[in-house]
């Protein structure tokens, strides 16, 4: 008879994962983040979040998703630049104005 010799496999090292996940978890955050930019901290916080799952999504399959994801993301950190501005700058007013009428009624 003809044996053939035993030869071991090696495990084979497991291919290195497709961050698509990080492209749609991205863009799923500068949606939902673009809805609530009016609030200031929150939306400066989940903006930068959103940047970092966009560029550590940018290497997968879902480049296109991870382009938006980031797009929205900075347009959100800008948003949320200019609504903490606007707040702090119309707040003196406002309470002042709050102030104001209680004391009319």
Partial sequence: MNEVPYT???PVAPAPGDKKGLA?????IGIVNLCT????????????VGLVLGILGLKSSQRTLAIIGIVLAALTLILSIVMTIVYITAAPDI??????NQYMQ
């Fill in 8 to 10: 071991p496999v090696e």
């Fill in 24 to 28: 749609i978890a991205s863009l799923v």
């Fill in 95 to 100: 309470l002042q104005q709050m102030d104001l």
């Fill in 37 to 48: 930019s009016f609030v200031p901290v929150c939306g400066g916080i989940m903006a930068i």
